[in-house]
Structures are given as C-alpha cells and as structure tokens.
C-alpha cells in the first residue's frame, strides 16, 4: 500500500476495449479488468437497465417470503443454463459471497446428512477463490493465504492437476472430506487449462467417495470460454457452481451459486429447518436487472460464437510469442490466455513480470502479473483480431526491450 500514493492510474471512461484515464490518455484492456467486462465499456443497454430499475425500486432485502420480479427472472434465466439439471440459485454479491455461500451450503447439507464429521475442504495448489474467510481459507496461492492465522480449518491442498494425489487424500480422509472445489481452468494462478482427462478423473473419485464437487466459475462462467459454463467445454457435472463476474459484466456486483439436486433434496426440504444465511444485496433488483439484459446482449450479439471464432485469433497471437526473449510459455483457452516468463530470467530478475506490467501500462496496453510468473490476457468479447495482435506485438516489444536492457546490464546473457 506505502507504493500506491502519487502513482494512481485515474480512469476517467471506457469505450469498448478501450479505457482513458484523466489525461486522456488511451489504453487497451487486455483483461477486462478483473476478468469481468465481457461485453466491453460503454454499453449504454446495461445502464438503461439499471436507470429503469432503480427509477421503480431499486432494491428490497429477499428474507423470507420476499422477492422481486428481475431476481426471479433472473434465477429462471439461470437455471436454465446451468450446467446442472434441476438448479435452484442463491444470489449474492460476488464471487467471494458465492464461495462462502457455497461452503456453507456444503457444511449445512453433511449436518442433514448426519455426518457432521465431513467438514474437509480440498482445493488445488494454484487456485484462487476469493477473498472471503472461505475462499482465503482454500487459496491454493501460498501468499493469498499466509499472514491470517487459521480462518476456517479443515482444508487440504492437493497438487495441480493430480488426480492421483486427490485419490490418495481421499482414501486417507474420505470419510471426513465434504467437497473439493476446482476451477475448471485455473485463473489467478497462471491461466492453466486442464489436462486431458483430469476432470473426468476427478469426477469418478468424487463419486466413488460420495464427495461433493464444487466448480468455482466465476472467472470462467457466462461464456469466456464459449459455452456459458467451462464444465461443458470439461465434461463437468459438478454439485454447486459459484459465478459471478460475466453475469453482469461488471456493471452492478453480482454472484450466483448454481445448486443441483443432491443438494437441493436436503436443504429444501420441509423439515430442514432455515438455512441461516443470506447478504444485504442478495436479489439486488437493479444488479438483477442489469444481469438479464447483459445475458440478451451476449446472446443477441452472438458474443459466445464470437469466443469461439476468436480462440484460435488468441491462440495464435501468444503462440507467436514462444520465440520471444523472456518468454517461457504460454497458454490460452476460449478468451483466456497466460504468457509465462522464462523461469531463469525470473530467478536472475525479481520482480520482472510486474516491470513488464508497467512497460505495457507506458505503451497503452493493460495486463496484470498472475503470482509472479505469467501475464493475463482475457479481454473483452467484442475486442477485434486487430486488437489482439496490437497486444501481442506490445507484448514481444516490451519483452524485448526488457532483455536487451538486462543483457546490458550483465544480468541476462544474450539469448
């Protein structure tokens, strides 16, 4: 925080891909921000949907036996394109609500189960799922999660995209394990797709130990890798899928947890007594309101089709970087991709993958560094093939500036 003062960026607007901070000064969204402007900047729909709302009522708390007509709308419109039959959805306020909602739901279903002993928690190394005493707690980013103390306890980590790891934790714990949560690609912890098979794997494990499966598709969810949901891209037939971020695309907070039936049976029956909890904004009627006309937009827009023509565009451009000075590798699926920095320069160099941050910012280009290592670049669906290969060439100039001042300076030697 002692770095921040005097150096803010000030934006001022955004206009499609493109934001302009106070000055004026043009920049190239390579992340849609958090990973959430998928329709891109200026959508005048999305606050026209909001306006008319908030003009009728803009909000009433969901307690109880209350509700309003976009957040019904809105849990009809969901539940119809879950990637679970049967869904009922709880409404919060993102996607760190949602994770905490659905470790609760978990916790609260093992308790009507009668096995109140199934309390363990497994996530992934690498994994990001919030910022909440739940997701802090599952963080598999080692820094994410150091310097809190014990928030919820009983959560184990197995390796990335080890099933064999999960089956060995799962025949030590089973009988204690509630749930493992997975994002079907991780995000925050470099852009990582899944291998081939893996989710299958982890599938049949989870069943064979009777464990809930939980996908965290709030960087993933609401078309970002084509289909509104990555479990249909993975095959995934999860239990709970928490999403946030896409449903709106930012333009109001909103999360949603998807529940399918083997949770739902329990916790809605009639002698399960109240589920004791809820937010201020759940069912927020303007943030529903903005969601259902952010949902027409991508599917009146052919936004989802649009991903999927732009993939191999994206692909390309961080494929062509792998010849790039600095560059390790890359990785990209749907409208996601991660470029890696070589490991050597980053041992020989701390700190590079946030100075090639900042060389991008100086050049107008906007991307963050994930843990340390890789640059994300999930931008918005309406950016054109153009766009994308402007970033891409940013990229390979930035890089290759970097290395040439590095071999200068005799930190690097050439390539």
């Known amino acids: 925080m002692a770095s921040v003062p005097g150096r803010e960026v000030v934006f001022a607007r955004g206009e499609g891909v493109w934001l302009y901070d106070e000055q004026d000064r043009r920049y190239l969204d390579a992340t849609a921000s958090l990973w959430y402007c998928n329709v891109g900047y200026g959508r005048a729909e999305l606050a026209d949907a909001a306006a008319a709302q908030l003009h009728v009522l803009h909000a009433y708390s969901t307690f109880d036996v209350y509700a309003n007509r976009p957040a019904l709308e809105l849990a009809e419109r969901l539940a ?3 990637p679970i039959e049967d869904a009922v959805v709880f409404l919060g306020s993102g996607g760190s609500d949602a994770v905490d909602t659905a470790g609760k739901l978990v916790r609260r279903y093992w308790q009507l189960r009668g096995r109140p002993e199934r309390t363990i928690f497994v996530a992934r190394a690498e994994s990001y799922h919030g910022m909440h005493v739940f997701g802090t707690s599952l963080a598999g980013i080692a820094p994410n999660a150091a310097g809190w103390g014990t928030l919820v306890p009983d ?4 390796p990335l995209d080890d099933p064999a790891a999960l089956g060995e934790l799962l025949e030590r ?16 912890g470099g852009v990582i797709p899944p291998p081939d098979g893996y989710w299958a794997e982890v599938q049949r494990l989870c069943r064979a130990h009777d464990v809930l499966l939980i ?6 969810g609401f078309g970002r890798t084509g289909p509104w ?11 709970i899928v928490t999403g946030a971020k896409g449903v709106t695309s930012g333009y109001l907070p909103l999360g949603v947890v998807l529940c ?6 329990l916790l809605w029956a009639r002698d399960a007594g109240p589920f004791r909890h809820g937010y201020t904004y759940s069912g927020h009627a303007a943030a529903c309101a903005v969601a259902l006309a952010n949902l027409d937009l991508i599917e009146r827009e052919g936004l989802r089709e649009r991903v999927r023509a732009l993939e191999p565009v994206l692909a390309a451009t961080v494929a062509g970087l792998a010849d790039v000075p600095l560059v390790g590798a890359t990785r990209c699926a749907g409208l996601l991709a991660g470029v890696e920095l070589d490991a050597g320069a980053r041992a020989a160099v701390p700190g590079l993958a946030e100075r090639a941050v900042v060389r991008l910012r100086e050049r107008g280009v906007l991307t963050r560094a994930l843990v340390g290592h890789s640059l994300q670049l999930s931008p918005p669906f309406t950016i054109s093939a153009e766009e994308l290969a402007q970033i891409g060439e940013a990229i ?9 001042e590095l071999e200068a ?7």
């Open 80 to 82: 119809a394109i879950a």
């Open 155 to 158: 959560v184990r980590h197995v």
């Open 173 to 188: 714990e089973g009988e204690r394990i509630a749930a493992f949560v997975g994002e079907p690609i991780v995000g925050a």
């Open 215 to 220: 996908a965290d598709e709030v960087v993933t």
């Open 229 to 239: 949901f990555a479990c249909e891209r993975y095959g995934i037939e999860p239990d």
């Open 260 to 265: 399918g039936p083997r949770v739902r049976e």
């Open 396 to 404: 390979a100039a930035v890089l290759g500036e970097l290395h040439a």
């Open 409 to 415: 300076e005799g930190v690097m030697s050439a390539r």
